[in-house]
């Protein structure tokens, strides 16, 4: 079972900044928080992870929320070619993918 | 760097037939998934590997599925027989201990 919970979708406005939320109460000591997008007929493609500090990369941020129970992906200016199902998902040894969001950004 | 590789990307075959899936994974990693994604069940884990050895497998539908990684650069996804209802995209996806997954592009696998 998939150990995060996260909204069947979202929408936003291109060039505006888009929070991706993703609760996992349930979360271990040992869990990374890993972040992967899915476009449209591709494979999943790594965003970013974390496990206690937020981090930021060239392609989002992620914000940790102090006791791990939450986290939320941050875009900041969404452009059309972010439209995409959006996975938070627990690491220890393996990965299991719960629906994720999917994501629409409007023009 | 290549990144992962699947092949093929596209596979036809009737039902009862032997379907093989291959990965060759980035160099240098040290754990090797293999996903199954569909529009009713999303990506499932099938198994993965660590060091080439399988350490959960518990995704794997029935004995008729079998994988192998006989080393650090190859694995195999095998199908025997095949049916109807394991038509699916394939994923293959590597990763070195505590970074993200690298995925492949997909092999889509259609039984008719």
């Known amino acids: 079972d998939a150990k995060t919970t996260q909204p069947n979708s979202m929408e936003s406005n291109e060039e505006e900044p888009v929070h991706l939320p993703c609760n996992h109460s349930t979360i271990s000591g040992t869990d990374y928080i890993h972040w992967y997008r899915q476009l449209p007929s591709q494979g999943p493609e790594y965003v970013i992870h974390g496990l206690t500090s937020n981090v930021n990369n060239r392609m989002a941020s992620l914000a940790i929320a102090e006791d791990r129970k939450s986290s939320t992906l941050i875009l900041h200016r969404a452009t059309l070619r972010d439209a995409a199902v959006y996975y938070c998902i627990l690491r220890d040894n393996d990965m299991r993918f719960g629906a994720g969001t999917r994501l629409t950004v409007k023009p | 760097d290549a990144g992962v590789i699947q092949s093929p990307r596209h596979e036809v075959t009737e039902m009862g037939q032997e379907v093989t899936l291959r990965c060759k994974p980035i160099?240098?990693?040290?754990?090797l998934f293999w996903y199954r994604q569909t529009m009713m069940r999303g990506l499932e884990l099938l198994i993965y590997?660590?060091?080439?050895?399988?350490?959960?497998d518990s995704g794997m539908p029935e004995d008729r599925f079998s994988a192998k990684m006989p080393n650090a650069s190859f694995s195999t996804l095998k199908i025997q027989p095949s049916e109807p209802r394991d038509s699916a995209v394939y994923f293959c996806a590597s990763s070195l201990t505590g970074f993200g997954y690298t995925f492949g592009s997909g092999t889509r696998l259609t039984v008719v």
């Open positions: 160099s240098g990693h040290d754990y």
């Open positions: 590997f660590n060091n080439n050895v399988p350490i959960d």
